[in-house]
Nanobody
Framework: QVQLVESGGGLVQAGGSLRLSCAASGSIFSINNMGWYRRAPGKQRELVARITSGGSTNYADSVKGRFTISRGNAKNTVYLQMNSLKPEDTAVYYC?????????????WGQGTQVIVSS
């Protein structure tokens, strides 16, 4: 059983910072891409940032220069450092992993963590 567990969301004023964490656990053979998506109220889920096993990253245009994605030394964790937060960053943030487990390769999602940015 594979699980992605997120932490680090919360309420912050505009201009502030938050750091999201996500840890993958279970019968995992390898992890390819990990990333963060978000769903704002009334909007579709969108990619925020992604990092490959080789360390390549890509970001949504709206967060470039403000957010930084990174992976932990154990490679089963991913972080999202969010700086200069804006009210439009308010959303539920979901961790995603493309990985190979005992059941084969599949996409896995965390339960989501709420980020609220007040103006």
């Amino acid at each position: 059983q594979v699980q992605l567990v997120e932490s680090g969301g919360g309420l912050v004023q505009a201009g502030g910072s938050l750091r999201l964490s996500c840890a993958a656990s279970g019968s995992i053979f390898s992890i390819n891409n990990m990333g963060w998506y978000r769903r704002a109220p009334g909007k579709q889920r969108e990619l925020v940032a992604r990092i490959t096993s080789g360390g390549s990253t890509n970001y949504a245009d709206s967060v470039k220069g403000r957010f930084t994605i990174s992976r932990g030394n154990a490679k089963n964790t991913v972080y999202l450092q969010m700086n200069s937060l804006k009210p439009e960053d308010t959303a539920v943030y979901y961790c995603h992993a493309d990985l190979v487990a005992t059941t084969g390769r599949a996409d896995y999602w965390g339960q989501g963590t709420q980020v609220i940015v007040s103006s």
